[in-house]
Structure formats: C-alpha cells, structure tokens
C-alpha cells in the first residue's frame, strides 16, 4: 500500500553530523503528515520532529536547535538533517507517515528504521 524506506543511518562521533531520507512509495502530495521516531535499547518509541503538508515543522525539545525536518515533494522524500549530535541520539530512528483517505479515513505508516550511534 505505502512503503516507508529509511536511509542515512551510521556512526558519528559526538558533535558529529548525519542526514536521514525517508522515501515514500506514494506521492506526499497524498500524505499528511511526515516525520521521525526513534527508540533506543529498553526504552520506548517517542517522536523526534514531524512536518505537516503545508510545511510547518514541531520538534521535540530534546533535539530543538540540532535536528532539521524538510519535506521535498517533488522526489517524495523527507529529510532530517541532525547537527550536534549527543551519544543520547543513539537509537534506531523510523519514518513515520499518515494518510487521510477522501473516505475521511486515517492510516498511519511506518518504516523499518535505520540505526544512527553516536560514540563519545
């Protein structure tokens, strides 16, 4: 139906910087909002930046001022860009999606993540 595939996760030294992608199999033009969850070892899944259609970008406070959400419609993709990064950013990050059908449905999609490690 919708794939999610992530890219751009390695390992970086703290202060170090990566560029995630997410590609979506469908046109965004169709899908709502984007974004980004990680989880790291024995903790829970919690929300990192999300980007609306229109545009608009929230962050979580943990990464305000170092992590970049954009969104390119034209290659389907959305992006986070993540400067500065802390051993603490050490997770596996996944691309989040939602979809809001012309039923008034709602569908929310996930990718199989890509591990970003952050040495100190």
């Known amino acids: 139906q919708v794939q999610l595939v992530e890219s751009g996760g390695g390992l970086v030294q703290a202060g170090g910087s990566l560029r995630l992608s997410c590609a979506a199999s469908?046109?965004?033009?169709?899908?709502?909002?984007m974004g980004w969850y990680r989880q790291a070892p024995g903790k829970q899944r919690e929300l990192v930046a999300l980007?609306?259609?229109?545009?608009?970008?929230n962050y979580q406070e943990f990464v305000k001022g170092r992590f970049t959400i954009s969104r390119d419609n034209a290659k389907n993709t959305v992006y986070l860009q993540m400067n500065s990064l802390k051993p603490e950013d050490t997770a596996v990050y996944y691309c989040?999606?939602?979809?809001?059908?012309?039923?008034?449905?709602?569908?929310?999609?996930w990718g199989q993540g890509t591990q970003v490690t952050v040495s100190s």
């Open positions: 469908i046109s965004i033009l169709s899908i709502n909002d």
């Open positions: 989040y999606a939602d979809r809001i059908l012309t039923t008034g449905s709602k569908y929310v999609y």
């Open positions: 980007i609306t259609s229109t545009g608009t970008a």
